[in-house]
């Protein structure tokens, strides 16, 4: 599914959430929550939606590297004679060259990479352990394939265990809920789709219906139809609990 398919599932399964379990209180940062956690699944997507919103553009990096490089061959000619020049002008020459064919997906994997090991030192530095786990998690999890450990029970309890310790050190009521509603809302998206779901990797079998083919005219209009009967029946869940109450 697309990733603003599942977005809106993720928000829609955050609003639904109080109505279904009364004790969990509504509010704008749990739903927050289940939204970005609809998401993070697909942190092994280098391309995905949210992998593009949190690291820094793949441009960048590649612009760093010709930069770095540039300044290191001018180091090279301006410092050193001999071998030493040769040797720092070739490492300069190698960083551009690196910068120039590296495809945009490791590039991507190198952004996100940097990006979780930014969460990483900030949450050791600020004592939040629930952060540095969350940048263990965005920098390793593109070097996985796509749909494997991320997409199952395994990733979903990873994700769980980083809510639950982030919602003891921000006091947010209902932080685990809203993270592990959201993030298995895209296993249950994702499993209506021909690839499937193995949700529980390491064994291999997938569970699908397949009902919907990614990235087809009429897979997009399933996508849309689905959105609109679940926030239908969001919508009839809150009818129904303010009617009993």
């Not at 990483?120 to 530095?125: D, M, N, P, R, V």
Request: proline share 3%.
């Amino acid at each position: 599914m697309r990733g603003r398919t599942h977005l809106t599932i993720g928000i829609l399964t955050g609003l639904g959430l109080s109505a279904l379990f009364p004790q969990i209180p509504l509010s704008v940062t749990g739903v927050t929550i289940a939204g970005i956690s609809s998401l993070a699944t697909d942190l092994d997507e280098p391309r995905g939606m949210l992998g593009q919103k949190i690291a820094v553009s793949p441009w960048r990096i590649k612009s760093a590297l010709w930069s770095l490089g540039v300044a290191i061959v001018l180091y090279a000619y301006l410092s050193f004679q001999g071998m030493e020049r040769n040797v720092f002008a070739g490492l300069g020459v190698f960083l551009i060259l690196l910068g120039w064919f590296l495809k945009e997906r490791n590039a991507r994997r190198i952004a996100l990479v940097l990006t979780g090991m930014g969460l990483l030192t900030t949450g050791a530095y600020l004592h939040f352990w629930w952060l540095g786990t969350l940048g263990i998690f965005v920098a390793i999890s593109p070097f996985f394939k796509h749909r494997t450990w991320c997409h199952s029970l395994l990733g979903a309890t990873i994700w769980a265990v980083i809510w639950f310790q982030a919602e003891s050190s921000l006091q947010i009521n209902g932080a685990t809920w809203y993270a592990v509603s959201g993030y298995l809302s895209h296993l249950v998206a994702d499993s209506l789709t021909k690839s499937g779901v193995m949700w529980f990797y390491p064994w291999k079998g997938a569970f699908k219906v397949p009902l919907i083919s990614t990235g087809s005219k009429s897979g997009a209009w399933f996508e849309w139809m689905i959105c609109v009967a679940y926030g239908m029946g969001i919508a009839a869940l809150y009818g129904i609990h303010f009617s009993l109450t």
